[in-house]
């Protein structure tokens, strides 16, 4: 059963129906013991935090600034906000000083939450020039606060602002005046182009989000969710908030790499992913097996045809497998697939939304084959996530991304760009009417920027308008879609797609290191550094002999003719990556010039 609340009063209303129940699952910065919280322990420190803020000054849609990876402070933080009317701005916790000094300038943040050392050593370095700027609390007490930073204090400290409900009459009274119309978010898009746009995120877009999803997204009270994406990612923000109407239980992943070994620790039964994670999952698993025996090959070979043709062939499309293939399946996912799961620590499976890009068909009916439901979706910040999705158990399209959630409406202008209407998108970016007004269509509809078409009811992605390439030959390229073909080989960590204005197509390939260097011994390949290692023509051979192999159903222009492995990865500190990991193909056409030119060079 689903609580949806005014997200003012959503965690108190649930500690109510859940009292002294498990709902947050923990490790403390820098931990290694899991811990928790009940909903009515949630539902304090929510209050103590609620009364610290006005106790601190803070005023009603005041924007609070919190920069930090996944934690329980952020959560305390986001719900105690919003239970004083205000608003919180959260900033990716790998942002860079310059992105964090443009957020709390643009949105005159005074008070800023900071995870650990990283986060407040940056913070400190741009009180300067952040005229708003007046006080940091930081969540972590293992960080060192500068001797000549008086307006610095620890989270406790501040949560001691709070003790014993000084001002919960005033806290009860704002809840009481909540609107539907307040803000709730500011979240900065980070951007393939240009500066950062704040998308302004009401309550009430939150409430329809919330009434949407749970009609077709069946998280319940007995499941156990990952957070892993970031909190600050909408995506995971929005499935986190679900997860709790929902009377879920919460498992804070605070380090993304952590995450593999947390999901063996804790053995969650959903988690929110984008695609690169289930890539490397699938490349992980046909490695194990590439290592195994002959007959172990040959057994789990006949699995995944077995379960591609059980879960993709029959299921997928709604019709009903034939009993001996039924029985077949059953009898495989109890021994070979079930020992996959188990080493994911995904024994207790039950779904797992993915989006955020697209997703290679070979991964999804991979994940599929294995007896996990992927369920694919797409949406957008300025949506508040979910645009479509899958539904579990019903028919759906390996490579579409489902059904229009209720209350969406989409359209296809003429141009084939995918435009939407509805009670969860956007009024618009912060500070940016001039932005604002280029978003929508005169009727109405918010541009999404990505290519699309609608057939029998499911929503089907063709690539972003504005990344389409065009070669000096006429031809038309989507990168994303042979970057995403080419993604899951084991060899290939990041990848680049060059053609624009091109007579062919290129790319910048950042390869597995580890992978490539066990290869070069291996075949007798001497090398001292990584340069050497990626300009050697026995290794540039190899992965163009697999590059070929993954590129043989692209059409002829499409195809990479040419390639450079670089020996250092694409940086967020360069510019050449957004904080959610999506590269910048403008800047890595200026910081490869000299490379990419050589590809071209006749």
Not at 12 to 21: I, P
Not at 50 to 56: G, I, Q, W
């Amino acid at each position: 059963m689903q609580t949806n609340s005014h997200l003012s009063r959503l965690i108190h209303d649930q500690a109510q129906n859940y009292g002294d129940r498990e709902v947050l699952i923990y490790k403390d910065f820098g931990g290694s013991e899991w811990k928790s919280y009940s909903w009515n322990q949630f539902s304090d420190m929510v209050k103590r935090v609620s009364n610290a803020l006005l106790n601190l000054g803070v005023k009603v849609q005041e924007n609070i600034g919190v920069f930090s990876q996944n934690s329980v402070q952020y959560l305390f933080c986001d719900f105690g906000a919003w239970g004083i009317r205000a608003v919180t701005i959260p900033f990716y916790a790998t942002s860079s000083e310059q992105q964090i000094q443009f957020m709390i300038s643009d949105a005159k943040v005074r008070f800023l939450f900071v995870g650990e050392q990283d986060q407040y050593d940056k913070a400190r370095r741009v009180v300067s020039m952040c005229n708003s700027l007046e006080r940091i609390i930081v969540f972590d007490r293992n960080v060192r606060i500068s001797t000549h930073d008086p307006n610095a204090m620890y989270f406790d400290d501040f949560l001691k602002l709070g003790d014993n409900f000084p001002r919960q009459s005033e806290v009860d009274q704002l809840q009481a005046q909540a609107s539907m119309d307040d803000i709730a978010n500011i979240l900065y898009t980070s951007g393939t182009t240009g500066d950062s746009k704040g998308v302004i995120l009401t309550c009430g877009q939150y409430y329809a989000a919330m009434v949407a999803n749970g009609k077709c997204v069946p998280v319940d009270e007995n499941d156990r969710v990952l957070n892993f994406l970031p909190f600050t990612h909408i995506f995971e923000k929005g499935w986190k908030i679900l997860s709790l109407t929902k009377g879920a239980r919460l498992i804070v992943n605070t380090y993304p790499q952590e995450v593999q070994q947390s999901m063996r620790e804790t053995h969650p039964t959903c988690m929110s992913s984008v695609p690169r994670f289930w890539e490397k999952v699938y490349m992980g698993v046909l490695e194990k097996i590439e290592n195994a025996s002959a007959v172990q090959r040959k057994l789990f070979q006949h699995a995944l045809s077995v379960g591609k043709r059980h879960n993709i062939d029959y299921l997928s499309k709604g019709k009903r497998p034939p009993l001996a293939l039924h029985l077949e399946y059953e009898m495989l996912n109890r021994t070979v697939f079930s020992l996959v799961r188990k080493e994911l620590g995904l024994e207790n499976a039950h779904f797992f939304p993915t989006a955020g890009a697209t997703v290679n068909p070979k991964v999804e009916e991979f994940v599929h084959a294995i007896g996990l439901n992927m369920i694919v979706g797409y949406g957008l910040t300025e949506s508040l996530a979910t645009v479509s999705c899958n539904h579990l158990g019903e028919p759906y399209t390996v490579g579409g991304v489902g059904i229009p959630i209720e209350g969406i409406d989409i359209k296809i202008s003429d141009e084939g760009e995918v435009l939407l209407k509805g009670p969860t998108i956007t009024k618009g970016y912060y500070n940016r009417e001039d932005l604002t007004k280029q978003a929508f269509t005169e009727d109405g509809y918010f541009r999404t920027g990505d290519s699309g078409y609608l057939k029998d009811g499911e929503l089907f992605l063709k690539e972003r308008i504005k990344d389409l390439y065009k070669t000096s030959n006429g031809k038309y390229i989507a990168p994303q879609m042979i970057e995403s073909k080419l993604l899951v080989d084991k060899y290939i960590d990041q990848i680049c797609i060059i053609a624009d204005q091109r007579k062919f197509v290129s790319a910048l390939i950042i390869p597995v290191y580890a992978l490539l260097e066990e290869y070069a011994r291996e075949h007798q390949i001497p090398f001292e550094t990584r340069e050497q290692l990626c300009a050697d023509p026995k290794i540039n051979a190899m992965m163009k002999e697999r590059i070929d192999t993954l590129q043989q159903q692209l059409a002829h222009y499409e195809q990479i003719k040419r390639f450079t492995l670089l020996p250092h990865h694409f940086s967020i500190e360069r510019g050449e990556l957004t904080n959610t990991l999506k590269i910048k193909r403008r800047v890595l056409n200026q910081n490869y010039a000299k490379e990419i030119d050589l590809m071209y060079a006749e």
